[in-house]
């Protein structure tokens, strides 16, 4: 099957060629530095030390890779690869200083190994589901070292690599480890592969930041809707123009999760005729419904919130992080589709520190409720807080592996 897979990806080239071009035109490719997707560079490859490379396809993924980073960037060089140009711009302007950032090449063999010939990594570190044939077989033939970091397979990706699950042990075979990010990613990838599948927690879990809780003694709550995708805005708008009425000094700050979304998300706001703006605007302090235009505030706005209601989980996404919201000390309310996050929201639950909302229409009596009871605020709040100090991930076995690996290797 691999050889079929090569010869299509030769075949779909001048396909890849022209959605490239497209993709410049439309913004959502870099022009300057495009041709990195074909495996070129403009850098000079750093001396003196050895190189890890670890991708992470989008910003999600990248920030899984914080902890890796900050314990390898002393020792070694580190080579970040992305597909999206959200995520190159995101880790250049966050981690610049320690890392070498360029563009995933696209999954065809000569690409593939124009790209290692140049940078000739001695690990590498894959990180979440973004599993691309030609790369990793490339780099089981080549012998470099490889590991598969908080591997996730969603249940609508895993029913349809259950077809194929002789393919999916041929590429895993490249990873001497395996590490899936939760129990249920565990059993599913179990189910696909032969390589014994481990579990060290969630990798996006490792140090997390302590945000100063908010102790504000305003009366006024504030509420962030948070991480919402396509749709989501649409389906729970009418329950919180419900609530905006009914309480009118309540602040609602929506951060959507693709920021570029965000005009639409206005144009949405707007034709209902609510007191809508954008952060970026220059007097944004006096409306009610503030739109989050802009990455890298999530966290000054959980810090300012009360109650956060997590995007992502009333369309089928699979929820988000709740950790982040737990640690600033906020009540946390989820949808549904969670399978992202399972395992946690469900001991979450089980520990009454979050409330799991079955569709968009509960979610207007549940905020009311929190509004109008304090001690139940409070509490959700309390027991959040305190689930957010638990271990969630164990580092220091990982560096064990990794390390281990790198002392092998020398």
């Given at each position: 099957?691999?050889?079929?897979?090569?010869?299509?990806?030769?075949?779909?080239?001048?396909?890849?060629?022209?959605?490239?071009?497209?993709?410049?035109?439309?913004?959502?490719e870099d022009k300057i530095r495009y041709r990195e997707r074909f495996g070129f560079t403009n850098l000079q490859k750093p001396m003196g030390k050895e190189l890890i490379w670890i991708h992470a396809s989008s910003v999600g993924e990248f920030k899984s890779s914080d902890f890796l980073i900050n314990n390898f960037s002393n020792n070694y060089n580190i080579l970040i690869t992305t597909t999206t140009k959200t995520a190159a711009d995101y880790a250049i302007t966050n981690y610049g200083d320690k890392i070498i950032h360029q563009y995933?090449?696209?999954?065809?063999?000569?690409?593939?190994?124009?790209?290692?010939?140049?940078?000739?990594?001695?690990?590498?570190?894959?990180?979440?589901?973004?599993?691309?044939?030609?790369?990793?077989?490339?780099?089981?033939?080549?012998?470099?070292?490889?590991?598969?970091?908080?591997?996730?397979?969603?249940?609508?990706?895993?029913?349809?690599?259950?077809?194929?699950?002789?393919?999916?042990?041929?590429?895993?075979?490249?990873?001497?480890?395996?590490?899936?990010?939760?129990?249920?990613?565990?059993?599913?990838?179990?189910?696909?592969?032969?390589?014994?599948?481990?579990?060290?927690?969630?990798?996006?879990?490792?140090?997390?930041?302590?945000?100063?809780?908010?102790?504000?003694?305003?009366?006024?709550?504030?509420?962030?809707?948070?991480?919402?995708?396509?749709?989501?805005?649409?389906?729970?708008?009418?329950?919180?123009?419900?609530?905006?009425?009914?309480?009118?000094?309540?602040?609602?700050?929506?951060?959507?999760?693709?920021?570029?979304?965000?005009?639409?998300?206005?144009?949405?706001?707007?034709?209902?005729?609510?007191?809508?703006?954008?952060?970026?605007?220059?007097?944004?302090?006096?409306?009610?419904?503030?739109?989050?235009?802009?990455?890298?505030?999530?966290?000054?706005?959980?810090?300012?919130?009360?109650?956060?209601?997590?995007?992502?989980?009333?369309?089928?996404?699979?929820?988000?992080?709740?950790?982040?919201?737990?640690?600033?000390?906020?009540?946390?309310?989820?949808?549904?589709?969670?399978?992202?996050?399972?395992?946690?929201?469900?001991?979450?639950?089980?520990?009454?520190?979050?409330?799991?909302?079955?569709?968009?229409?509960?979610?207007?009596?549940?905020?009311?409720?929190?509004?109008?009871?304090?001690?139940?605020?409070?509490?959700?709040?309390?027991?959040?807080?305190?689930?957010?100090?638990?271990?969630?991930?164990?580092?220091?076995?990982?560096?064990?592996?990794?390390?281990?690996?790198?002392?092998?290797?020398?």
């Amino acid at each position: 099957m691999h050889k079929l897979y090569k010869i299509i990806s030769y075949f779909l080239i001048p396909l890849i060629k022209i959605n490239t071009f497209i993709r410049i035109l439309n913004k959502k490719e870099d022009k300057i530095r495009y041709r990195e997707r074909f495996g070129f560079t403009n850098l000079q490859k750093p001396m003196g030390k050895e190189l890890i490379w670890i991708h992470a396809s989008s910003v999600g993924e990248f920030k899984s890779s914080d902890f890796l980073i900050n314990n390898f960037s002393n020792n070694y060089n580190i080579l970040i690869t992305t597909t999206t140009k959200t995520a190159a711009d995101y880790a250049i302007t966050n981690y610049g200083d320690k890392i070498i950032h360029q563009y995933a090449p696209y999954d065809v063999t000569f690409w593939i190994n124009k790209f290692l010939d140049f940078w000739q990594p001695k690990l590498v570190i894959w990180i979440e589901s973004d599993l691309w044939p030609n790369t990793i077989v490339r780099l089981r033939e080549r012998k470099i070292a490889s590991v598969f970091l908080n591997a996730r397979i969603s249940p609508k990706s895993f029913n349809k690599w259950k077809y194929f699950s002789s393919y999916y042990k041929f590429i895993t075979r490249t990873f001497f480890a395996i590490y899936a990010q939760s129990q249920n990613d565990l059993k599913r990838i179990e189910n696909l592969t032969n390589n014994e599948v481990g579990y060290l927690g969630n990798l996006k879990l490792t140090n997390k930041l302590r945000i100063v809780p908010n102790s504000s003694s305003s009366t006024n709550i504030n509420i962030m809707i948070a991480s919402t995708h396509h749709n989501e805005e649409e389906l729970i708008m009418p329950y919180i123009e419900n609530i905006s009425k009914k309480y009118p000094l309540i602040n609602f700050f929506i951060t959507p999760r693709h920021p570029e979304r965000s005009k639409m998300i206005f144009e949405l706001f707007s034709s209902k005729k609510l007191n809508v703006g954008l952060h970026s605007g220059i007097n944004n302090s006096k409306f009610q419904f503030l739109i989050i235009d802009s990455f890298g505030k999530m966290d000054e706005f959980y810090n300012k919130s009360d109650i956060v209601i997590l995007g992502g989980s009333f369309t089928n996404n699979g929820g988000h992080n709740p950790i982040e919201a737990a640690v600033a000390n906020c009540a946390i309310l989820t949808g549904p589709h969670i399978f992202n996050w399972q395992n946690l929201y469900e001991d979450m639950i089980k520990k009454n520190c979050c409330l799991m909302i079955k569709n968009s229409k509960e979610l207007e009596n549940n905020i009311i409720n929190l509004i109008e009871d304090k001690n139940l605020i409070s509490k959700l709040k309390q027991n959040a807080l305190a689930f957010s100090e638990s271990v969630f991930f164990d580092e220091d076995k990982l560096l064990s592996v990794i390390n281990s690996k790198l002392e092998y290797n020398a």
